[in-house]
Nanobody, 123 residues
Framework: QVQLVESGGGSVQAGGSLRLSCVAS????????MSWFRQGPGKEREGVAK???????TYADSVKGRFTISRDNAKNTVYLEMNSLKPEDTALYYC?????????????????WGQGTQVTVSS
């Protein structure tokens, strides 16, 4: 059974940091493209960062230089390190995996999702 479980969200002040974790079961994270998405209040779900099978990473322009995606294959876990957080980063953050060969940041391309972890950044 495929399952993705996120953790690490919370409330921080602007400029603070958080590290999100996504533990995958029924998956081998090194064999799948894994991504982090977020959905803020009244907004559409958007891609934040992805890590390909080869380990290549891509970031949304809004988080470049502040967020880092990584994975620990031994723990079957993907991380999102978030620094210099801004109030506009406030959202429900989701981990997702795709079984397709492509690796995009389009939510429509992902079949498996976690339940989400809330990140709230106050000014």
């Amino acid at each position: 059974q495929v399952q993705l479980v996120e953790s690490g969200g919370g409330s921080v002040q602007a400029g603070g940091s958080l590290r999100l974790s996504c533990v995958a079961s029924g998956y081998t994270t090194s064999r799948n493209c894994m991504s982090w998405f977020r959905q803020g209040p009244g907004k559409e779900r958007e891609g934040v960062a992805k890590i390909s099978r080869s380990g290549g990473t891509t970031y949304a322009d809004s988080v470049k230089g502040r967020f880092t995606i990584s994975r620990d294959n031994a723990k079957n876990t993907v991380y999102l390190e978030m620094n210099s957080l801004k109030p506009e980063d406030t959202a429900l953050y989701y981990c997702a995996a795709t079984r397709w060969l492509g690796c995009t940041m389009d939510p429509a391309d992902y079949q498996d999702w976690g339940q989400g972890t809330q990140v709230t950044v106050s000014s």
